[in-house]
C-alpha cells in the first residue's frame, strides 16, 4: 500500500481555515503524546533529490509544553476516550 505525505499545499489547505494569530504547535509521540512549540520551517533537498519542507521545534528548554491533551490524543486516535470512574457513596466518620 502506497503511503501518501502531506504537501505543503495540503498543509496551507488546512491551515487557510484556521485563525491566522494561534500560536502553532507539534503533537509528538503517539506512545508518550507531548506538544511541542515550533520555531523553524526549513526546506532542503533529500538524498533522492526531492525537495521537503520540515517543522522543527525550538531548542529552549520551554518549547515542550509538556502533555498532549487529552481531547488531542483521542481525536488523533492516539488514546482511547476514558471516562471517569463512577463515584461510590461516601462512608461517614463511623465507618458505615
Not at 509521540?29 to 538524498?47: C, I, T
Not at 483521542?74 to 471516562?83: D, G, I, M, S, Y
Amino acid at each position: 500500500m502506497a503511503h501518501t505525505e502531506m504537501t505543503v499545499g495540503d498543509l496551507i489547505d488546512l491551515l487557510a481555515g484556521c485563525d491566522r494569530s494561534a500560536p502553532v504547535r507539534q503533537a509528538m509521540n503517539p506512545f508518550f503524546p507531548m506538544a511541542h512549540r515550533l520555531a523553524q520551517v526549513l526546506q532542503f533537498v533529500d538524498e533522492t533529490g526531492q525537495r521537503v519542507v520540515y517543522l522543527a521545534e525550538g531548542r529552549d528548554e520551554d518549547s515542550q509544553f509538556g502533555h498532549l491533551p487529552p481531547e488531542v490524543a483521542v481525536v488523533l486516535a492516539w488514546q482511547k476516550p476514558v471516562q471517569a470512574p463512577p463515584r461510590r457513596p461516601r462512608r461517614s466518620a463511623g465507618g458505615q
